[in-house]
């Protein structure tokens, strides 16, 4: 049997790892010598072999008789990382004689490596050959600062990758589930009769790494690699540390959460306007903002900024920032980057609390300098911006379109945000094209100040907004946005687009743990840990954004497919498992209930076949039995156009029972996959417009937003995991 | 250093097998003993450790100072199949009394396991502790047959199902495509320094399995696992076999390519259509049939069968089959279940080929005998027929709509063929919506004749069809399409939805081979060793047969991203990434030449970032390079749609260069992530009739295509894989 996961926080020893750490930082190293691994492995409760440094072959020799046979010998080299590469590592010797033969052939190998190394001697260690081998390590991500991982160890890892990753320090908790939530974690468990490994020692080891690089900044990798996991406890057989002293860079400053309400407020509810470099002449940015603020019905103020005129689009234009009057919540400018540092200056002197700086030509042309004046000058000054290098804001409960792009007014409850202008744009018109109903659009361009913690701090109290999706290339400050995401995916859906998962000069990494940390995975573990729903791509992004808010949030993981074309039926079913959902069993009364509706040559069972030429009182009473029945959490609807039900007559009917059972009080979701002719288009927006999530053509889609929703729904602790 | 893969078949003893299965036979037993897979594997030079059989303590003793210590005892019983679940297994023994005692227990513990177990005694074996652990099978697939597989051994093998399978026999080229083919082969080959395993002695093995299972189709399953890899040979730890002596269901009947194509021209390029059951009456199927064989412009003889009517739509009816003139080539059947199988007899012996047959009410609602007999009249009478439980068969070039379906008339190089009909109904819905040209869409329902392998010999040779696209619930006779499709898709990319991919009910099986073979992977392997490209959905299969047969075939792995947004230039290289497609490294002079059109804050390097706000000449120069340039194989464009350069306009002038190259002979695939407002939907399709396939609001989709078009480029032998 395997062991159940209790052990509890052991005790630490920090002065003896600031000893280790001096010393090696006096002597200018960057890794850890064995003995000294072993010596902070000690101090925080990691078990490691019995062993010894040896200086010569006889003391090898007296250190294996005392920890007793076999043993392994190992080279100890501040010079050699990769000790199996240098051939200096020999196992299973089981005489006096091997021992002492080994050492002297072990030596000679270092040499032969790098002639120049300097050897410290041989590490004379316990050879433990039974248990399972993992991996357990830590790395200092650059957005997340140090993460744990645990994974399969030994030869295996780099290849098959399985392994998870958390933030340290680690909960006992997360540390259980990280030995869980593996891929091999049935063969930690036990299988086929074989006995199961202690967890629990595991998920001690990993809290006490996490720990160690928490109380440690500058042990910036660790690898225990391979770990043995045997039914009864866990021993580090390998142990390496990397460690840099160098000044971490400064993360961004941060803001409590009163003081990013109020700015975020000024910037997307403000009473009044200032549009620095507005303008008259047709094809300029200052003129498209002046006519998307004032066209798009904006009900504040608006005051145009401009030397050179008196009036534009019917407002009286204001000579220079100095002469606005009081109480303008947000400049937004359309003025030349070279301009922006010092006009943004005179906003905050002006005591406005927020500014929209579309301009391009700072960091993202390479005029890092003139960033980081603008950074400066507006902390001296007190004003908050957004961007540089973006198309604008919307928010559409206030009417306002601050942006050069085309106007946007559908209303809904989806907040979206990227990064690239060119995704944003991309937004647009499928918002557009799919009266897809918004509240906000913003672009975030080089986030040289706000960021996404500060929109999802707003959008989290703003009523408006039931959903938030963002497109992003990195995360300035990823600590601070899996704080914010964790609290706010409680209670709305967070979608995100991350760019740049390519795994990319991960081949020089010094360490496993760094090899591994360097794709991918990390953030996709950790935006997992933050309750984020992750899009695949922009297209996945969108639809998301478009259907979870219309979506109910199921209550259970039970889903039942019906369907007019049992070829539909299958492929459902397909992509029902591809994404995680859980196909209901059908208990006999369940089937039998179906059974009553459809031809007797139908299937019930799931997918519920209703076979193809059935009317759409079929496809009616089936549905509303799925809405009925409370051991039913979710349906799938497989739409077969047929002349007995067309395509206009399912989505009205379809339509109609669902908001049937909603006045009822009685919500699920519910998607459908239409097969048939063009019609079939039509009906699929009409159900869309009614709550109902329908894609012609496809039956993958409607399957991935609804798992989509239960992904979230699973995250947010909002139904009960099988 | 990792040894080439060079061993050749070995000589096998067939008659010893033989022998071991005559006494398994003749035992009634399902599962060889330890000591009959010894011999098995002997006679197919299959390495196994030493060992013997030991009857008492005493034996076992005796037997381990011969082998030599430590060894592996095991208890032999024909009523255990799982040992170590038996407690029957024990290892690392290496003192006589270690053994004696050892022989004591394991017997004990098998009968505490199973009391009225028959035990024959204990297997003494040599141990190898040494060695990677691989698993070496074979399973009898119902679809394809005896079918082998290579994989990752041990406690992790289930979990991690890091094996691929091939048809059996296996050519040497194969085996050692397997060995290399799994996620792991980095490690076989060996990492950091160690020394591989020897690949050729596991290709061997794998070979000599596939040879086993061919020469016994009575071998059902075997089991190697784990099969210990070292430098040099590879010994097959635990070997088990499973057999069946029933009578192996009849495969269906085999035509020559001839006599299929002599049927398929009946069916697909008739001079003269006769309609069963064909009526005036609006709503049936037999007028729906009539009209759209007469208004789709059929040009042969159309021959109405109805014993009530005179004419129907102008054309003379005749009562009876009988009645008919000579040289009808295909009879289409409108009329109930029960009728057809004795009209289908009469239709044969009118001596008319074949026969489309819309009817349902057969093997679907449950009617299994009203099939059989069908198939039983159609052999007895000479006729071959394709359904029944279809819309039709459509062939475009002779405006041929023999379907009750909505009619079809945009010509083109796609054949389409669907299992299900509402699967037919979406094809024909998103072919109309996306104007996809078709050479034909026909529907095979039970496929209880006519099948896929049918319907490819008759595309291989059809001048009108470049690219075949099926969607497939399950394969009768799966070795005679891998056949076909292995030819065909050499010249002409085949398409498959594999519908029912869900493992389910594996959790019984015997062995390892037979639980991984349960999944989808078989599929999978076996597909992309027949050439075929796979789609995951409805919505991927119809993109991919829209898209193929106009992107040209690449000549290389060079993939150029082209982008005016930065952030889509990330998301295209995420897709190019994850699909597998190969973003070319850039050589210094090709950086320098992009850099001439773009500005100097733009990014050379792959992707080639032009900026935002470029003219339309930027994207012209970039992409005239790109195409001109032969160290590139392929662009993926990634538009932002700006005022400076509108969504038509890029379009415009990318068919524009694109054309140009194609009338110089330079054709390279394009495709094309449109990221903006509404008018980049029209843009697309514009790009998309100019042969460029283009996407509106997604970065995934194009390059999916462009991935798909390299997938079978490769498997096709028509580009060196790098």
Redesign the interface.
């Known amino acids: 049997m395997a062991s159940t996961i209790t052990e509890t926080a052991r005790a630490t020893d920090q002065e003896a790892v600031r000893e280790v750490l001096d010393a090696v930082r006096a002597e200018g190293r960057t890794a850890l010598s064995a003995p000294e691994a072993k010596r902070v492995c000690d101090a925080y409760g990691i078990e490691v072999p019995q062993e010894g440094l040896a200086a010569s072959a006889e003391e090898a020799v007296s250190l294996a008789e005392e920890i007793g046979y076999p043993v392994v010998l190992k080279i100890v080299s501040p010079d050699i990382l990769?000790k199996?590469?240098?051939?200096g590592v020999l196992v299973g010797l089981a005489t006096a004689d091997g021992v002492s033969s080994g050492y002297e052939s072990i030596v000679e190998n270092a040499k032969a490596y790098k002639s120049d190394a300097d050897i410290t001697g041989v590490q004379v260690q316990q050879m433990l050959s039974e248990g399972?081998e993992v991996l357990i390590g830590a790395v200092t991500d650059p957005s997340f600062g140090p993460v744990v991982t645990f994974g399969?160890g030994g030869?295996?890892v780099?290849?098959?990758r399985?392994v998870t990753f958390r933030l340290a320090p680690t909960s006992a908790e997360d540390a259980a589930a990280m030995v869980d939530g593996i891929?091999?974690?049935?063969?930690l468990k036990g299988?086929?009769?074989?006995a199961g490994v202690d967890r629990g020692a595991l998920a001690a080891m990993i809290q006490a790494v996490s720990r160690l690089v928490t109380d440690f900044e500058e042990i910036t990798e660790v690898d225990l690699n391979p770990v043995l996991a045997r039914e009864d406890g866990a021993t580090a057989v390998d142990a390496r540390f990397v460690v840099s002293f160098d000044e971490t860079d400064a993360r961004p400053p941060r803001y409590s959460q009163e003081e990013i309400l109020d700015t975020m407020r000024a910037l997307m509810q403000p009473d009044a306007i200032a549009v620095v470099g507005a303008s008259g002449s047709e094809?300029k940015i200052g003129n498209s903002v002046m006519k998307n603020l004032v066209n798009g019905g904006f009900e504040g103020e608006i005051y145009p900024i401009n030397p050179k005129s008196d009036e534009i689009l019917g407002k009286k234009v204001y000579a220079d920032v100095d002469d606005l009057p009081d109480g303008v919540d947000v400049a937004v400018f359309c003025i030349p980057a070279k301009f922006v540092p010092d006009t943004l200056a005179k906003v905050g002197q002006k005591g406005i609390k927020a500014a929209v700086l579309i301009p391009s030509g700072f960091a993202?042309?390479?005029e890092e300098e003139l960033q980081m004046e603008l950074q400066r000058k507006a902390r001296e000054n007190g004003v908050r911006f957004i961007g540089p290098n973006i198309y604008g804001v919307y928010y559409t409960p206030g009417n306002m379109s601050a942006a050069f792009?085309?106007p946007y007014d559908v209303k809904g409850p989806v907040a979206l945000a990227?990064?690239?202008?060119?995704?944003g744009?991309?937004i647009?018109?499928?918002a557009?094209?799919t009266k897809l109903g918004v509240s906000a659009i913003v672009g975030l361009g080089n986030k040289a100040d706000i960021d996404e913690d500060d929109l999802l701090t707003f959008f989290e109290q703003d009523d408006a907004t039931n959903c938030v999706a963002l497109?992003m290339?990195d995360l300035k400050d990823g600590r601070a946005f899996v704080e914010v995401a964790q609290r706010v995916s409680k209670e709305k859906p967070i979608v995100v687009?991350k760019?740049?998962?390519?795994?990319a000069g991960t081949k020089a990494a010094a360490s496993h743990t760094a090899a591994l940390a360097g794709d991918d995975k990390v953030y996709e573990d950790i935006l997992r840990e933050a309750g984020v729903v992750r899009a695949?791509?922009?297209?996945?992004l969108?639809q998301f954004a478009r259907c979870l808010p219309i979506l109910p949030t199921p209550t259970g993981e039970n889903v039942v497919i019906i369907?007019?074309?049992?070829?539909?039926g299958?492929?459902l079913?397909?992509?029902c498992?591809?994404n995680g959902l859980q196909l209901m069993e059908m208990p006999d009364d369940l089937n039998k209930a179906f059974m009553e509706f459809i031809?007797p040559?139908g299937a019930a069972g799931n997918p519920v076949d209703i076979t193809?030429g059935e009317p759409p009182e079929t496809y009616r009473s089936t549905v509303a039995l799925g809405l009925e029945d409370e051991r039913i959490h979710a349906l799938v609807l497989?739409y077969?156009?047929t002349?007995v039900t067309p395509p206009m007559v399912f989505a009205e009917v379809m339509a109609e029972v669902v908001e049937e059972f909603r006045g009822r009080g009685i919500e699920k979701p519910v998607v459908a996959?239409l097969?048939?002719?063009?019609?079939?288009?039509e009906a699929s927006q009409y159900l869309f417009d009614h709550g109902i999530p329908a894609f012609?053509?496809?039956?993958?889609?409607p399957v991935e937003v609804l798992a989509a929703k239960y992904r979230w729904a699973r995250m947010a602790g909002l139904l009960d995991r099988r």
Chains 1, 2 share one sequence.
């Open positions: 990769h199996t590469e240098a051939k399972q399969i030869v295996l780099e290849v098959l399985d891929r091999a974690a049935e063969v299988v086929r009769g074989g094809g993202e042309t390479g792009t085309t990227s990064q690239s202008g060119g995704i744009m991309g647009l018109g499928f557009r094209s497109h290339e687009l760019a740049g998962a390519t795994p695949r791509g922009l297209q996945e969108l369907t007019g074309a049992g070829g539909s299958v492929l079913s397909d992509a498992f591809n031809p040559f193809g497989g077969w156009h002349i996959s097969a048939g002719d063009v019609e079939v288009e012609p053509y496809t039956t993958e889609t």
